[in-house]
């Protein structure tokens, strides 16, 4: 059974550019959540998707955005970025119904 | 104000201590708490889950949440270097999966042979 897995590992954009982050979840699981990390912070709630639609969001701006696919792999794309969003970005796997979430290493982001 | 505050530290304590690790919240609305463990480079881990008030114990460790005081704490007996780790307190006002958890900033813990 594979874990959580989240590509790339580091990425460096530019202020305006637009990334994609991608995350395939565990073997099974049909949920999957981002959260964003920034250094010396707890985790912070994006949005949450459940067959293949947004089930959930938290204080982020429309300029985030996902897509969850057939397969249960996601992915988050930010518009315009910012910074401030230099930040790990989690991905997090789970069954409805169950309350463990399973987290991916993070993708490292850096906006120059 | 955050909805859950949680010392940031670092603590460093000597191989073989008592730690104790504290989160508090605002949010009444919690039911669920867990302790996660981070290490560097490392997606969080669930250590602990606790459902409402009470005591939890897993070997070394032990939750305890205290709703009436909006307090939770994490214990860790006979500390070993390998815990050395970032601890987070996550919350949740609902068990269905995926319900968006709410983290402290977590306590970074060095645990010295």
């Known amino acids: 059974e594979t874990g959580v897995t989240q590509s790339p590992t580091h990425l460096i954009k530019t202020r305006g550019q637009q990334v994609t982050l991608r995350c395939s979840s565990q073997s099974g699981h049909n949920t999957v959540s981002w959260y964003q990390q920034a250094l010396g912070q707890g985790p912070q709630f994006i949005f949450q998707y459940y067959r293949e639609e947004e089930n959930g969001r938290g204080n982020f701006p429309p300029r985030f955005s996902g897509l969850q696919f057939p397969n249960y792999s996601s992915e988050l794309n930010v518009n315009a970025l910012e910074l401030d969003d230099s930040a790990l970005y989690l991905c997090?796997?789970?069954?409805?119904?169950?309350?463990?979430?399973?987290f991916g290493p993070g993708t490292r982001l850096t906006v120059l | 104000q955050k909805e859950v505050e949680q010392d940031p530290g670092p603590l460093s304590v000597p191989e073989g201590a008592i730690v104790s690790l504290n989160c508090t919240y605002s949010?009444?609305?919690?039911?669920?708490f867990m302790w996660y463990r981070q290490y560097s480079r490392k997606g969080p881990e669930l250590l602990m889950y606790?459902?409402?008030?009470g005591n939890k114990e897993d070997g070394r460790f032990t939750a305890q949440v205290d709703k009436s005081s909006k307090y939770i704490s994490l214990f860790i007996r006979d500390s070993q270097p390998s815990d050395s780790a970032t601890y987070l307190c996550a919350m949740s006002a609902s068990e269905t999966s995926g319900s968006r958890l709410t983290f402290g900033e977590g306590t970074q813990l060095t645990v010295n042979p």
């Open positions: 606790t459902y409402s008030s």
């Open positions: 997090a796997s789970s069954f409805i119904g169950a309350y463990e979430q399973f």
């Open positions: 949010n009444s609305a919690f039911q669920y």
